[in-house]
């Protein structure tokens, strides 16, 4: 990371990130050029990767890239606001926290896990608890992404 003095490197911090944030811009190869879709989320974390779910008509472009390449990128931001630089246009900038990942992508077929994935999708977006049934499961596409490297950035209000 070329500013150090803006990563975030705890791991609380960076949960935090991802807990704040709404959107997830999903990067996807699309015949060498890039191709990316903003979607909202659910997660979890453990054994240090991310699995963010995300959910999907049953069919369409980006399922398309998917099952292609399954090699995606993820980011993530929030606590975005002007700073302002007065009458000098080159000191306007912005507060933000960021972050950006690399993972595998897959389309899940298991009925349960898509309830499983829509449920953490509805808490993450909502803050509430939904029960989610087979039959509502059935109406969309889960896509799974497995998060194995990512950074973080900060740049606070000062």
Known sequence: MRRKDREVANIDDILCIVDKANILHLGLYDDGYPYVVPLHFGYEFAKERFVFYMHSAREGHKLDLIR???????????????????????????????????????????????????????????????????????????????????????????
């Open 68 to 158: 292609a390449n399954p090699n995606v990128c993820v980011q993530l931001e929030c606590d975005v606001d002007l700073v302002s630089g007065g009458n000098v246009p080159c000191n306007y900038g912005s507060t933000f926290a960021s972050m950006i990942g690399r993972g595998q992508a897959e389309i899940i077929s298991d009925c349960q896990e898509k309830c499983y994935a829509l449920s953490l999708l509805m808490k993450h977006q909502t803050g509430k608890e939904f029960e989610i049934t087979d039959q509502m499961a059935k109406t969309v596409e889960i896509i799974k992404v497995v998060v194995f490297e990512f950074t973080a950035k900060s740049r606070s209000k000062m």
